[in-house]
């Protein structure tokens, strides 16, 4: 049997290990890139992250001329925690974002810090998550838990990254043990409320994790979940009300729900569907829905640079989206069961590793996505995929034979959430959320696994 030690021991080699990789990543790729269509990139600040980077820059400067923290900074497209961390970071390091002389991002070792401190929250989290699993499985197993979160690849490399997962999984961690605690006191569902409320701040798809947390409720408490519900709702109120009330001082409109949850399905799954239904390409059933759009948005007086008018447009797009989609079910589930079969397929090492080393932009050969490193690695990538879900199925039989239905019902749910809200885009980045959930049954199974081994 494993000691509680091995594992606090196991949780400090992993935070260690993830400082190796945070030096490697440093010394490789912190610098720019000239890319194939001349546009230089910084190798690890890109794409989305260059976004933050660059939200980061202006909440820090407004900070600095007295806006408050989450007063400063413009419209509530998507993620609101990660540029205020990197501002928050940047003002008490004195770490520039940017270079002063060169305008370019700076290549300084100010980054280090703060991937080490993303890092040690989250072995801090598997700590507090430790202490709550050892009350509910074989030591054996919670070892076996705790190793999956500490050392699988695509959970491991985030920590290295300015992406927006590695303190999302930290609070994932910490929300999860809290639900498997599982109280009916108000203090306690109020603070829970709160954390699912920050959930949301770090990742705009948790917007609605809270229903699922209020079935389990309902699940798990029956006639007396009335109050928990109660309390837990006025701490995610609380949040809510927050982000609602600084857009009202800020343009005048109260409003909490992000630009990306509205036009997601506008921008990312009505494309295929029109270039199916028309038999165009998609680039040519792209410029027709920005064509439509732009002719909506002249026709009814509306301009781009009003925050309260990209509102209504935001609300079109959403209602057309949905019309469009309703009217093609069978384009439309198609599409998504092919997005699905790319989802659930892990890919440990693509959102880091390969992002840093590839080309954002420029020509497609220069890209990793559909590349020879990717084509190569997709065998390798089932054959890893198939091994972690054959040994979570053994976890689950476990679960089932204990008779535990409340985890296996809060995990199942949790799991769905995710694939249901963003299983339709493809990125099997969003997928990483459902790792953490996956984690018990593969440790209870790696459990059942080494057990088995023992009695032959």
């Given amino acids: ?17 993830s400082v190796l990789f945070t030096n490697y990543y440093l010394s490789k790729h912190d610098k720019y890139e000239l890319s194939s269509d001349n546009y230089e990139n910084h190798s690890m600040i890109k794409g989305d992250i260059l976004k933050f980077w660059i939200e980061a820059d202006i909440i820090k400067n407004q900070i600095e001329n007295g806006k408050s923290l989450f007063g400063a900074g413009g419209e509530f497209r998507n993620q609101i925690l990660i540029s205020r961390s990197i501002a928050i970071y940047s003002s008490l390091t004195n770490y520039n974002l940017y270079n002063n002389e060169t305008g370019k991002i700076s290549i300084e070792k100010g980054k280090k810090l703060y991937f080490i401190i993303q890092a040690i929250l989250y072995y801090l989290s598997l700590v507090f998550f ?39 999984f930290t609070l994932q961690i910490f929300s ?15 603070f829970l409320g709160i954390c699912l409320g920050l959930l949301l701040l770090q990742r705009t ?40 009330l600084q857009n009202q001082k800020r343009i005048g409109i109260f409003y909490v729900m992000p630009k990306q949850s509205m036009v ?14 028309e038999k165009i390409s998609l680039s040519e059933s792209k410029d027709k829905l920005k064509n ?23 609300k079109y797009k959403q209602k057309k989206a949905f019309e469009i989609m309703m009217d093609e079910p069978k384009i439309t589930f198609f599409h998504v069961m092919k997005k699905l079969s790319h989802f659930l397929i892990l890919d440990p090492l693509s959102h880091v590793h390969y992002f840093y080393r590839f080309e954002y932009k420029g020509s497609p050969e220069k890209r990793y996505y559909k590349s020879e490193t990717q084509q190569n690695l997709i065998p390798y990538r ?16 476990f679960l089932f034979k204990r008779r535990d239905k409340n985890t296996i019902f809060i995990l199942s749910i949790s799991i769905m959430y995710f694939i249901l809200a963003s299983g339709w ?10 790792l953490i959930y996956l984690s018990i049954f593969f440790g209870n199974g790696m459990g059942v696994l080494c057990s088995k081994k023992k009695t032959i």
């Fill in 264 to 277: 997601g399905f506008y921008d990312y799954m009505l494309p295929f569907v029109i270039s199916n239904k």
């Fill in 205 to 244: 798809i948790s917007i609605y994790y809270f229903l699922i947390v209020i079935f389990y409720y309902l699940f798990l408490f029956k006639k007396k979940s009335l109050k928990p519900i109660l309390f837990l709702l006025i701490g995610y109120a609380l949040i809510i009300m927050f982000i609602g």
């Fill in 176 to 190: 999860l043990t809290l639900i498997f605690k599982s109280s009916r006191k108000i203090f306690f569902n109020l």
């Fill in 1 to 17: 049997m494993l000691s509680k030690k091995f594992t606090y021991i196991l949780i400090v080699t992993s935070f260690l290990i």
């Fill in 425 to 434: 885009i493809g990125n099997t980045r969003y997928f990483s959320p459902c």
């Fill in 292 to 314: 439509q759009a732009e002719e909506w948005v002249n026709t009814n007086n509306l301009s781009r640079n009003s925050e309260k008018d990209l509102r209504k447009i935001y």
């Fill in 130 to 168: 430790y202490k709550q699993i050892v009350k509910m499985y074989p030591i054996n197993n919670c070892f076996f838990i705790i190793c999956f979160l500490a050392l699988e690849p695509t959970l491991l490399t985030f920590h290295s990254s300015f992406w927006t997962e590695s303190f999302f």
């Fill in 382 to 397: 089932i054959i890893y995929t198939l091994l972690i879900y054959l040994v979570t199925f053994f976890g689950l039989i």
